[in-house]
């Protein structure tokens, strides 16, 4: 079945430094991907997100790469600060032209002061 | 900006009870999708909507149904609340064309003791 799982559940970081969230995902006829970011107590808020004909799209602060030969999305956050502290989802939108989003089940970033 | 409001912030409810849960967005968007989230689990589609008295099955909609009477509002039913349904509830739109990007609330944090 469809799947997309986040290598890792927490990730800590020191303030300042570049962080780098990773995901994988199974179905290969996915070509719309998203990241959104979770704060405690809060619904999740869109950061980026990336079509399949590219491999790679920046926003502020943020980069989202995307390797399609062995499907693998990574977000990456420049100069990380407090406020990012938050749970991070990759999501994929899978096949069949449904509308829907297939999401992972996140990865926790600590930012460290 | 689109808002996407969620009635209730935290419910607490007992087992056996009917529960209605409200979602309201102001962007006109035709499509409307509830989760729930659980540590582990990720996000799961509950059940979506492409338009006004349409409704569609996710990937878990037993014990849960749906009601859209107006393209703003979508209701999710807990007909008879059972305490595996203790969960977070987010609801989300997106709106139409080729956009896939979802817009959620702030979550609804139900409680069935």
Same mark, same amino acid.
């Given at each position: 079945g469809?799947s997309?799982?986040?290598?890792l559940?927490?990730?800590s970081?020191q303030?300042g #430094?570049?962080?780098?969230?990773?995901c994988?995902?199974?179905? &290969?006829?996915?070509d719309?991907?998203?990241?959104?970011?979770?704060e405690?107590?809060?619904?999740?808020?869109?950061?980026? #997100?990336i079509r399949?004909?590219? #491999?790679?799209r920046? @926003?502020?602060?943020?980069?989202?790469l995307?390797?399609k /030969?062995?499907?693998?999305? &990574?977000l990456?956050?420049a100069a990380t600060?407090?406020g990012? &502290?938050?749970v991070y989802?990759?999501?994929?939108? @899978?096949?069949?032209n449904t509308?829907?989003?297939?999401? @992972?089940? @996140? /990865? /926790?970033l600590?930012?460290?002061? | 900006?689109?808002?996407?409001?969620?009635?209730?912030?935290?419910?607490v409810?007992?087992?056996?009870?009917?529960?209605?849960?409200?979602?309201?967005? $102001?962007? $006109?968007?035709?499509n409307?999708?509830?989760?729930r989230?659980?540590?582990?689990l990720g996000?799961?589609?509950?059940?979506?909507?492409y $338009?006004v008295?349409?409704k569609?099955?996710? $990937?878990i909609?037993?014990?849960?149904s749906?009601?859209?009477?107006?393209?703003?509002r979508?209701s999710l039913?807990?007909?008879?609340?059972s305490?595996?349904?203790?969960s977070?509830?987010?609801c989300?739109?997106?709106g139409?064309g080729?956009?896939?990007?979802l817009?959620?609330?702030?979550?609804t944090?139900?409680?069935v003791?």
């Open positions: 469809e997309v799982g986040l290598h559940p927490t990730l970081v303030e #430094d570049n962080s780098i969230i990773n994988a995902y199974s179905n &290969s006829a996915s719309y991907f998203i990241w959104y970011k979770q405690s107590g809060k619904g999740p808020q869109f950061i980026i #997100d399949s004909n590219m #491999d790679k920046q @926003g502020q602060r943020v980069t989202v995307l390797n /030969t062995v499907k693998h999305l &990574s990456q956050i600060q407090p990012d &502290s938050a989802f990759c999501a994929e939108n @899978g096949s069949g509308g829907k989003l297939i999401f @992972g089940q @996140g /990865t /926790t600590q930012v460290k002061p | 900006d689109v808002k996407v409001t969620q009635s209730s912030r935290y419910l409810k007992r087992t056996g009870e009917k529960v209605f849960l409200e979602c309201v967005q $102001d962007m $006109d968007h035709e409307m999708f509830w989760y989230q659980d540590p582990g996000l799961r589609l509950i059940y979506f909507s $338009d008295k349409m569609e099955k996710g $990937d909609p037993e014990g849960y749906v009601s859209r009477e107006k393209k703003e979508f039913i807990l007909e008879s609340a305490t595996n349904q203790t977070m509830y987010l989300a739109s997106r139409p080729t956009s896939e990007k817009f959620f609330g702030s979550g944090q139900l409680s003791l």
